[in-house]
């Protein structure tokens, strides 16, 4: 839908619909925010992936779409005016979905991502493209690393026998997921830097696997291996969709207003 016609449903007195695919603080934030605009209707779409998620504002669907074109269906049939992805930054194939079914549907979309880090002079990263890759990079004088990559993508690490494993996860891995050796920590973020570095002394950790996920929720663990001198194995974000982007919530809105009034 073009923004004039935005506009003109809105004098209409008809809501404008909003659809966020949603999954992280980001999109909680945004949809508790974005319900405070003037006639906007609201739903964010969940993957279903997590067991907990966090409350959420408004109307909230779970579950997959089947594709770009299921999702391009569901925004034809639910009328939805405008997409919003503010996915994790590595669930790239719900973001190339959300670009094609905006195109195909016609809508504006877009994009809400957190920036990544950066390393800093005193940081020692070994950054890798893939889990895979991230697996064969451990460093081998390692003996005790902390894998701090969610739940789905473990089994690279269960082959490592001769390791010892913190596996932080918010919910625990599905039985089919081979886990590697080591202790299974249930938490969820944000973490703070005296946590982190408690964690990392009290278990012993030689080095981290991480995603460069972005964003403040757990940066505290880059800042407590930098102090420690431990190094991370960081894994790069795959490639997105070449859509229109935003880095954080305030600019998210600003163009929600832009598409709506």
């Not at 605009?37 to 279903?48: D, N």
């Not at 460093?139 to 390791?163: D, E, N």
Request: hydrophobic share 45%; charged share 20%.
């Amino acid at each position: 839908m073009s923004q004039d016609k935005a506009s003109q449903e809105k004098r209409s007195g008809r809501s404008v619909r909003v659809l966020i695919l949603g999954g992280t603080g980001e999109a909680t934030a945004l949809a508790i925010q974005a319900r405070q605009l003037p006639q906007l209707e609201i739903i964010t779409s969940l993957a279903g992936r997590t067991q907990t998620p966090l409350p959420i504002a408004g109307a909230v669907r779970v579950g997959g779409f089947g594709g770009p074109t299921g999702l391009a269906d569901y925004l034809r049939i639910e009328q939805i005016d405008l997409l919003i992805d503010a996915t994790h930054p590595f669930a790239a194939q719900i973001s190339w979905n959300a670009a094609q079914a905006a195109d195909a549907a016609a809508i504006p979309y877009l994009m809400l991502v957190r920036p990544a880090w950066e390393p800093i002079a005193s940081d020692a990263w070994i950054e890798v493209p893939t889990v895979a890759a991230a697996a064969a990079a451990i460093p081998p004088w390692t003996k005790r690393v902390f894998l701090t990559i969610g739940r789905q993508q473990l089994a690279p690490f269960s082959q490592l026998a001769h390791l010892w494993f913190l596996i932080r996860s918010i919910d625990p891995p599905t039985s089919e997921i081979p886990m590697p050796p080591g202790h299974l920590l249930l938490d969820r973020g944000p973490f703070n830097l005296e946590q982190e570095r408690q964690l990392l002394r009290n278990y012993q950790i030689e080095a981290i696997v991480s995603k460069n996920s972005g964003g403040d929720a757990t940066y505290a663990k880059v800042m407590a291996a930098r102090e420690l001198s431990i190094p991370i194995v960081m894994i790069q974000r795959p490639a997105m969709p070449d859509a229109e982007s935003v880095p954080d919530i305030e600019s998210a809105l600003a163009w929600l207003k832009q598409h709506s009034c």
